[in-house]
C-alpha cells in the first residue's frame, strides 16, 4: 500500500528563518516518483519538484532544497532564508509507476514578518 | 499557455441540492482528474479520465457523483444529491500522459463547494 505521511501540521518561523518540511513515504514498489506541491491561498497546487526513485542527489533550487533518503523513506524540503511569500501549505506526493498519484495531509507553514 | 479552468470558484448549496463543476484542461492534456479534498486534507482522487475513457473510478462515490469527458477536453462533475460532508474543494488536474506518464499533474484553482 501506498501512504504519504507529513507529521507536521503547522509551522510558524519569522521570516528570514531556516524550515524543513518531513515527508516519510511507503510504497513496496522499486520504481516510484516523489514531488512536492506548494497551494498558496489562492488554491492552485504549484508544482515544485519531482525526484524518481533510483536518484537519491540531493537538489538545490535556489533557496528551495530537498533530501531524498531512501534508507529512511524520507523526502524532507527545506527553504533556506524564508520570506513572508513562502506562506502556504506544502503537501508531498508520492507516484508508483502505473498507479496513482497519493497526497500527504499537508503542511501548513506560516512564515511571519 | 492557459492553464486548468475550473468553475465556478465557489458554489453554496443546500443538501439534498444538486451542483455541476466544470474543468478545461491545459490544451494537449490527454489525462484529466478530479480531486476531493476536504479542509486540512491533502487531496484525494476521484475520477481519472484518459482521452473520453474513464482509467480509475473506484474512490467516486457513484450513488451521488458523476463525471464525464465526452470529448476528450473539458469535463463535468455532477454530485446529486448533495451530502454536508461533500463540503469540499474540488480540484481539477491534467497531465499530458496517463497513469503511465510519470511528469507532474497541473492543477486548476478548484470550486469551494459549501453544503448547508
Do not use: M
Not at chain 1, 527545506?78 to 513572508?84: G, L, P, R
Not at chain 1, 508508483?96 to 503542511?107: E, L
Amino acid at each position: 500500500a501506498q501512504k504519504v505521511t507529513q507529521a507536521q501540521t503547522e509551522i510558524s518561523v519569522v521570516e528570514k528563518e531556516d524550515v524543513t518540511l518531513d515527508c516519510v513515504y511507503e510504497t513496496r514498489d522499486t520504481t516510484y516518483y516523489l514531488f512536492w506541491y506548494k497551494q498558496p491561498p489562492s488554491g492552485e497546487l504549484v508544482f515544485l519538484i519531482r525526484r524518481n526513485s533510483f536518484d537519491e542527489q540531493n537538489e538545490i533550487s535556489g533557496r528551495y532544497s530537498w533530501n531524498f533518503q531512501k534508507s529512511t523513506s524520507s523526502f524532507n524540503f527545506t527553504i533556506t532564508a524564508s520570506q513572508v511569500v513562502d506562506s502556504a501549505v506544502y503537501f508531498c506526493a508520492l507516484h508508483n509507476y502505473g498507479q496513482n498519484f497519493v497526497f500527504g495531509p499537508g503542511t501548513r507553514l506560516s512564515v511571519l514578518p | 499557455e492557459a492553464g486548468v479552468a475550473q468553475s465556478p470558484r465557489y458554489k453554496i448549496i443546500e443538501k439534498r441540492q444538486s451542483v455541476a463543476f466544470w474543468c478545461n484542461p491545459i490544451s494537449g492534456h490527454a489525462t484529466l482528474y478530479w480531486y476531493q479534498q476536504i479542509l486540512g486534507q491533502g487531496p484525494k482522487l476521484l475520477i481519472q479520465f484518459q482521452n473520453n475513457g474513464v482509467v480509475d473510478d473506484s474512490q467516486l462515490p457513484k450513488d451521488r457523483f458523476s463525471a464525464e469527458r465526452l470529448k476528450g477536453v473539458d469535463s463535468t462533475l455532477k454530485i446529486q444529491p448533495a451530502k454536508l460532508e461533500d463540503s469540499a474543494v474540488y480540484l481539477c488536474a491534467s497531465s499530458f500522459g496517463g497513469t503511465l506518464n510519470t511528469g507532474e499533474l497541473f492543477f486548476g484553482e478548484g470550486s469551494r463547494l459549501t453544503v448547508l
